[in-house]
């Protein structure tokens, strides 16, 4: 089944009682037992619910996947793969990445004695050097948020499979539509839901989505256990957004082009960071690995002036100033104060990330029009 058809059909059965097309919103927290323990596979609803069921099977099937799991946040579902490790255990990550996901792991986890490595994955064989007994994971995003660094999943996976470790591969930038890590290697796919998959600025959730059962019920035990799940109206809106998944990502992917192929001609513009273009130090790995390059772009403006970068996304009037990412409208983001504010700063400039960094999630509006708004606010 080709991918469009899968966003549309995969998971979802018409209501078996009404015929309904879409879904219902079972929005219930309990479920009548005909005996004790005797019930139709639904009694808690943060065990089950159907809704949700129906979503988890959606995106495990986008995902070339068996098992998908929701969870009521991103950081809800980052957080059920750290709880797989014990106090002692390591884990690998690349030193550019969320800047969430760097807090959960430093501020946390960190004190329940789980050792942290962030390094640069440019070269995907120096993570081998950081490989020891206590090392049960790899953590990676590709692309990276936000300097859209591009980071090899297969190799990693050659590592992690080499050393009997996991790999985890956060999905988000690309969605996938544009990128399947299951298929090059990874055993956890994580998702920030509320991004491209819900693909409205109206959700909040994560998932994770995997092959191997046991791992997966393993991850079931922690999300009940825990009950960082979504509701069945989230559930459902999800389930709408996918949808148009494969049609909102392929105008964000042409949109982006464009936008990063006037970036690079602006005279004021000192760097754009866009893994389509073929200066981009990941763009033949990105060709390898992703259908496209997705609608993520992030610039610098000559001068390296921090007024003058905020001055800027102040100016702008289509693109709006505010977090997250992989909405049908277009957004401006500035990683050091909003997304990445909780990595110190000489960590985020070690890394690259400069405090005049400006990020755009890239939407479906006219591309006409999202240029002149840059126009406009650039000067």
């Known amino acids: 089944m080709k991918f469009g058809t899968k966003a549309i059909h995969a998971g979802v059965e018409p209501d078996p009682t009404t015929g309904a097309i879409m879904t219902p919103i079972y929005q219930t927290s309990t479920y009548v037992q005909a005996s004790p323990g005797k019930h139709k596979g639904y009694e808690y609803s943060r065990t089950h619910n159907p ?3 129906a979503l988890q099977k959606s995106l495990a099937a986008l995902e070339n996947g068996k098992f998908g799991l929701c969870f009521s946040s991103g950081m809800g579902a980052t957080d059920t793969v750290v709880k797989l490790l014990k106090p002692g255990d390591e884990v690998i990550a690349a030193n550019d990445l969320y800047g969430g996901t760097y807090r959960i792991f430093t501020k946390i986890y960190q004190d329940f004695g789980i050792k942290f490595h962030f390094i640069s994955m440019d070269n995907i064989q120096d993570v081998e050097k950081y490989v020891n007994a206590n090392t049960k994971m790899i953590w ?3 692309p990276t948020n936000p300097l859209l660094n591009i980071i090899d999943i297969k190799g990693a996976a050659e590592i992690a ?3 009997k470790i996991m790999l985890a591969v956060d999905n988000t930038f690309a969605s996938p539509y544009l990128q399947n890590p299951l298929d090059q290697g990874a055993d956890i796919v994580m998702h920030s839901v509320t991004k491209y998959l819900g693909g409205h600025s109206d959700v909040v959730m994560g998932a994770l989505i995997v092959n191997d059962k046991t791992l997966a019920d393993r991850l079931a035990f922690i999300q009940n256990s825990c009950g960082a799940t979504p509701g069945p109206q989230d559930s459902f809106l999800v389930l ?4 148009t998944l494969h049609i909102r990502m392929q105008r964000s992917c042409e949109n982006a082009k464009k936008i990063a192929d006037w970036l690079v001609t602006h005279p004021k513009v000192e760097k754009v960071y866009y ?7 990941g763009h033949e790995l990105a060709k390898k690995q992703m259908r496209d390059f997705g609608g993520m772009i ?3 403006l000559k001068g390296d002036d921090y007024d003058q970068a905020i001055k800027m996304m102040e100016g702008l009037h289509i693109f709006s100033l505010a977090e997250s990412l992989g909405g049908v409208e277009s957004l401006c983001t500035h990683p050091a104060s909003m997304t990445h504010a909780s990595i110190p700063k ?11 960094l400006i990020r755009l999630s890239v939407g479906i509006e006219d591309v006409e029009d999202l240029i002149e708004d840059l126009k406009k606010a650039i000067g």
């Not at 709408?240 to 949808?243: E, L, Q, V």
């Not at 000489?346 to 005049?356: A, H, I, P, V």
């Open 161 to 163: 499979k080499k050393h």
């Open 51 to 53: 809704t949700r069921d």
């Open 346 to 356: 000489d960590q985020r400039e070690k890394s690259g990330l400069k405090d005049t």
């Open 240 to 243: 709408r957004g996918i949808k």
């Open 275 to 281: 893994p389509g273009l073929t200066s981009h130090k």
């Open 298 to 300: 992030s610039f610098t």
């Open 140 to 142: 990676i995003e590709t």
